[in-house]
C-alpha cells in the first residue's frame, strides 16, 4: 500500500489559537483528519508528524523510504526560511516532498518570502490554509494513480 508521510513544523500545533487572523481557526487535528479522510477513500496509508525540534523533522526525512512511504507533504514552518539541514535531508533522499504553507508566504513579512527547502522540492502550495494540505495530498494520489497504471 502505499503511503504519505505528512511533516508539520514548529508551532503548527497551536493552529487553532495562534495568530486567527493569519492561520484561522482550524486546528491541526482538523487538517490531519481531513487529510486521514482523504487518504483513507483513495485507499492509501497516511503517517503524520508535527515537532517543534529541527533534528526531529531531518530524522523523519532520513527515515521516510526505511519506514515505506513514498511522499512527503511538508510544512516546515518557520524552518523553511533558514534551515539547510532540512534542505539537505530532502536532496540527500529520493522521497519527493511538496512544501505546504497556511499562508501566502509572499504577501507577508519579506523574510517569509525565500524558502530555502524549494529548491529541493517537486513543488510548493501556499496560501490556501488548510487547503494547501488537501490540494497537495489530491497532487500524491494522482502520482500514485499515475504509477499504478
Ligand atoms: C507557515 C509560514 C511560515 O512563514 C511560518 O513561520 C509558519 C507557518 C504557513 O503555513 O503559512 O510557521 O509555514
Not at 500500500?1 to 505528512?6: A, P, R, S, T
Not at 516532498?97 to 518570502?113: D, G, K, P
Not at 496560501?127 to 495530498?137: E, K, P, Q, R, T
Amino acid at each position: 500500500m502505499k503511503k504519505v508521510l505528512v511533516l508539520h513544523g514548529p508551532n503548527l500545533n497551536l493552529l487553532g489559537t495562534r495568530e486567527p487572523e493569519i492561520y484561522g481557526r482550524t486546528t491541526l487535528a482538523d487538517i490531519n483528519q481531513r487529510l486521514a479522510e482523504r487518504a483513507q477513500k483513495a485507499g492509501i496509508a497516511i503517517d503524520f508528524l508535527q515537532s517543534n525540534h529541527e533534528g526531529v523533522l531531518v530524522d523523519a526525512i532520513q527515515q521516510a523510504a526505511g519506514n515505506g512511504c513514498n511522499f512527503i507533504i511538508l510544512n516546515a514552518a518557520a524552518f523553511t526560511h533558514y534551515s539547510i539541514a532540512i534542505r539537505d535531508a530532502i536532496a540527500a533522499v529520493t522521497v519527493p516532498v511538496i512544501e505546504v504553507h497556511l499562508s501566502n508566504i509572499y504577501q507577508r513579512e519579506e523574510f517569509r518570502h525565500h524558502s530555502v527547502i524549494s529548491p529541493v522540492v517537486q513543488g510548493q502550495i501556499c496560501g490556501f490554509g488548510m487547503d494547501s494540505y488537501m490540494a497537495a495530498l489530491g497532487i500524491v494520489i494522482r502520482r500514485f494513480e499515475e504509477a499504478a497504471k
